[in-house]
């Protein structure tokens, strides 16, 4: 069982960086794959972005890649989405899910957290 907790959301403008947090807790969190995902009002959720078990792998929607960076931190059990220059479109509920096997679908994983806000004004 791998229970996950995203923080550092908030309330920025276009331009600003952002570093949202996902800290689990479980035994296996360092063998899982971490993915982030986001849901804005009235859209479905949508991938982000997803890093493997050991970081040797990352990936990224076309939307977000050069300005956003996934990462992690075993021994801390914490994975990272560090959003830079961000814009009023990234404006979400931001998720992280993980799971064995890294995938871009929300669907295929199969621990999520409760999301938290990030909200861009211009």
Not at 1 to 18: K, N
Not at 85 to 111: F, G, Q, R, S
Request: aromatic share 12%; hydrophobic share 40%.
């Amino acid at each position: 069982q791998v229970q996950l907790v995203e923080s550092w959301g908030g309330l920025v403008q276009a331009g600003d960086s952002l570093r949202l947090s996902c800290v689990a807790s479980g035994r296996s969190f360092s063998s899982y794959a971490v993915g982030w995902f986001r849901r804005a009002p009235g859209l479905a959720r949508e991938f982000v972005a997803a890093i493997t078990w050991d970081s040797t792998s990352a990936h990224y929607d076309n939307v977000v890649a050069g300005r956003f960076t996934i990462s992690r931190d075993n021994s801390k059990n914490t994975a990272y989405l560090q959003m830079d220059n961000l814009k009023p479109e990234d404006t979400a509920v931001y998720y992280c899910a993980a799971d064995p096997e890294i995938a871009v679908i929300p669907a295929e994983y199969h621990y999520r957290g409760q999301g938290t806000q990030v909200t861009v004004s211009l």
